[in-house]
Structures are given as C-alpha cells and as structure tokens.
C-alpha cells in the first residue's frame, strides 16, 4: 500500500474517516428526504395526468358535439378566432436543493372568442372552454411531471454517492488505517525487542 506508515498519517486517516461518516449520514437523510417528496409529487402527477385525461375526453366530447349541432366548417371558423393561450411566467422553486419548474398561467387573460360571440352557440362555446381547460392541465402536468423527474435523478444521483462511501472510500480508508494502526504496533514491537537487546548487552558486557 502506497502510505506512510506514520501517526500523523493514522491520525489523518481518522479524521477522514470520521468525515466520510458524517457525510454519509448527511447524504443517507437527504435521500430519504428526497424520497418521501418524490412520492408526494408522484401523487399529485397522477391526479393531475387523471384531471388531464379526464379534461380531453370532455373536450372531445363537446367538439363532437358542437361539430353535430352547428357543423364542421362553423367549428374550424371558430377555433381559428381564439385568442392565443394566456402568457405564460416561468419561474423556480426549491425542493431540499433540487431546483424545479413552477409555471404560472394568467387564465383571465385570455379575450372572447368572437366567433361564437357573435353567434351564440352554446355548444361552440363549451367546446372552446373545454380545450382551454386540457391547456390548463396539460401546463399543471408539465409542471409536476418535470419536478418529478428532476427528483428522481437527484435521488439516484445521490444514492451513488452514498454507495461510493459506503462500500468504497469508507472501506477502503478504514483498510489504510488498520494497515497503519498494524505497521506502527509491528514497529514498537521491533523497536522494544531492539531495547531489550541492547539492555542485556549492556549488562553482560
């Protein structure tokens, strides 16, 4: 092994050690904390995927709908008189030092359909109210969907560091120690044999 036998060496290989551990238990909390907050973000992304899911299907339904009772050519007339979907602010928050997404929609923003205004069709109406909530769902999913992921390789990001501590440098310095630990006790060992030599020579000469 390629260290010094010395114990200023030893004592140096103790204090590493001794900070290994104590990172290792910071890194062990920090996953199991992680862990417990995937979880509740997983939750939230299968309500939301199910509210998303749910939202299509009705605004299918209510294009179907309107398709039948004012006709196709009418319905494509109005989709194209929608206002653009409300601005969208991109900013960030902090989940146990992971940084995600948060994204805020200004849903009042947006202006009348004009088309089925003017018209006033019901069923027009309820379809282009429709597809705007699936835009709402699908923004709240991309959300949590995206935090979810960045949890998820925070977590095993941090699993291989509390793997690489645990069944690597740990062992590994702790198998440096015990070399030094047993080098110096072989060391006073000489040394004290050597003592009583030279201790018995004297006496004899």
């Not at 200023?8 to 900070?19: A, G, N």
């Not at 299918?60 to 309107?66: G, K, L, P, T």
């Not at 030092?97 to 205004?117: E, F, M, N, Q």
């Not at 309820?126 to 935090?147: G, M, R």
Request: net charge positive; aromatic share 6%.
């Amino acid at each position: 092994m390629e260290i010094k036998p010395t114990r200023s060496e030893l004592m140096k290989l103790k204090k590493k050690i001794k900070l290994a551990k104590s990172g290792h238990n910071l890194l062990k909390k920090k996953r199991d904390g992680l862990i417990i907050e995937f979880f509740e973000v997983l939750k939230q992304a299968k309500t939301v995927r199910k509210e998303l899911t749910d939202a299509y299907k009705k605004a299918h339904y209510n294009a179907d709908v309107a398709s039948s009772v004012e006709g196709v050519f009418p319905l494509k007339t109005a989709a194209m008189t929608v206002s653009p979907y409300a601005q969208i602010e991109l900013s960030s928050k902090n989940i146990m030092g992971v940084v995600v997404p948060k994204i805020k929609t200004d849903k009042g923003a947006g202006k009348p359909h004009i088309y089925s205004y003017i018209r006033g069709s019901i069923a027009i109406d309820e379809a282009i109210s429709a597809y705007k909530q699936v835009l709402d769902k699908a923004v709240s999913a991309a959300e949590v969907e995206t935090a979810m992921l960045k949890l998820l390789q925070e977590i095993e990001k941090t699993k291989r560091r509390v793997n690489a501590l645990e069944f690597s440098l740990i062992p590994k310095m702790q198998k440096e120690a015990s070399f030094v630990t047993l080098r110096l006790e072989e060391m006073e060992r000489e040394n004290t044999f050597r003592l009583k030599r030279i201790k018995s020579r004297i006496k004899s000469a």
